[in-house]
């Protein structure tokens, strides 16, 4: 399965943004779906997680962005989407998707643990 991510860019601090994960060759739905960022000289950080459909599709966030941010499905559509609302300054990242063929109990919050990645989007907080 190919991803791809989009929807990022430059906002003020409190402001939203939704990003999308689109797939192409495969069902979206049936992989379990991470959202991860990257922020310059950092390592890549767990956002929140979306179960496939088949386990239910429960969603599960870091503690950094409950509350803030949240994550959903079109299956119609085939992407993964991250509602992203009150941003900060210290969520500006670069953004990836990624897809994990196997589903482990628990929240899946490692890179590790997902097979496939999209490109990455910048998202751009200023304060």
């Known amino acids: 399965v190919q991803l791809q991510a989009s929807g990022g860019g430059s906002v003020q601090a409190g402001e939203s943004l939704r990003l999308s994960c689109t797939a192409s060759g495969g069902t979206l739905s049936r992989y379990t779906t991470g959202w991860f960022r990257q922020a310059p000289g950092k390592e890549r950080e767990f956002v929140g997680t979306?179960?496939?459909?088949?386990?239910?599709?429960?969603?599960f966030y870091a503690d950094s962005v409950k509350g803030r941010f949240t994550i959903s499905r079109d299956s119609a559509r085939n992407t993964v989407y991250l509602q992203m609302n009150s941003l900060k300054f210290e969520d500006t990242a670069v953004y990836f998707c990624?897809?994990?063929?196997?589903?482990?109990?628990?929240?899946?919050?490692?890179?590790?643990?997902?097979?496939?990645w999209g490109q990455g989007t910048q998202v751009t907080v200023s304060s």
């Open positions: 990624g897809a994990a063929e196997r589903h482990v109990v628990g929240i899946m919050s490692r890179a590790s643990q997902y097979n496939y």
């Open positions: 979306i179960r496939r459909s088949g386990s239910g599709g429960a969603t």
